[in-house]
């Protein structure tokens, strides 16, 4: 099974900041790659797929990058809506694990 | 628009076996490569995937769980049905279903989840 770790666990930032979380496959999986955003106490939210497609109606300061092992989620310029927990996901192949989840807050 | 809901039992006891529905529309089963697939989350904790079916009827399961998972679906009445056996209270979480579209293996849109506790 393909392994997902994302780094940092949390992370608190200024508004505006330039944010950029990171997430590590186990092995090789090409681009196929999702992030997710989950606020509090809300469904959790498709941003990004195929490791650099936006969603459509996704904020255009929300990007995805990388390919193969490594991939990153960068918020260029953080807003307070942007509060959450992000994860990432991988479609290679079943099982479809995803990343423990990095909480985003505010400084 | 797509939209899917969970329905079923809030509450079950330990050892029992948890039957959850998702009736979702806008969509149809019958559909090269479209999927329903089903995700958890314990309180506090990540997104664990569980199951995937498939427009071919093709199953996916999450091999951790693989022998208490049984995933089917019926395309007539647009919904897809989820049984784990054998519940255990680590097996408290919000479950939801989620559609999976023809390009790819992400969810899209989600359900809005039902939170199942495991309890005597």
């Known amino acids: 099974d393909i392994q997902m770790t994302q780094s940092p666990s949390s992370l608190s930032a200024s508004v505006g900041d330039r944010v950029t979380i990171t997430c590590r496959a186990s092995?090789?999986?090409?681009?196929?790659l999702a992030w997710y955003q989950q606020k509090p106490g809300k469904v959790p939210k498709l941003l990004i797929y195929a490791a650099s497609t936006l969603q459509s109606g996704v904020p255009s300061r929300f990007s995805g990058g990388g390919s193969g092992t490594d991939f990153t989620l960068t918020i260029s310029s953080l807003q307070y809506e942007d509060v959450a927990t992000y994860y990432c996901q991988h479609y290679n192949s079943a099982p479809y694990t995803f990343g423990q989840g990095t909480k985003l807050e505010i400084k | 628009q797509i939209t899917l809901k969970e329905s079923g039992p809030t509450l079950v006891k330990p050892t029992q076996t948890l039957t959850l529905t998702c009736t979702f529309s806008g969509f149809s089963l019958n559909t090269n490569r479209m999927g329903v697939g089903w995700i958890r989350q314990p309180p506090g904790k990540a997104l664990e995937w569980l199951a995937l079916?498939?427009?071919?009827?093709?199953?996916r399961y999450n091999p951790s769980l693989k022998s208490r998972l049984t995933i089917t679906k019926d395309t007539s009445k647009n919904q897809v049905v989820l049984t784990v056996t054998n519940m255990d209270p680590v097996d408290t979480a919000t479950y939801y279903c989620?559609?999976?579209?023809?390009?790819?293996?992400?969810?899209?849109?989600w359900g809005q989840g039902t939170l199942v506790t495991v309890s005597s």
């Open positions: 092995q090789g999986i090409s681009n196929y």
């Open positions: 989620a559609h999976r579209g023809a390009a790819g293996t992400w969810f899209d849109p």
């Open positions: 079916v498939f427009w071919d009827d093709d199953k």
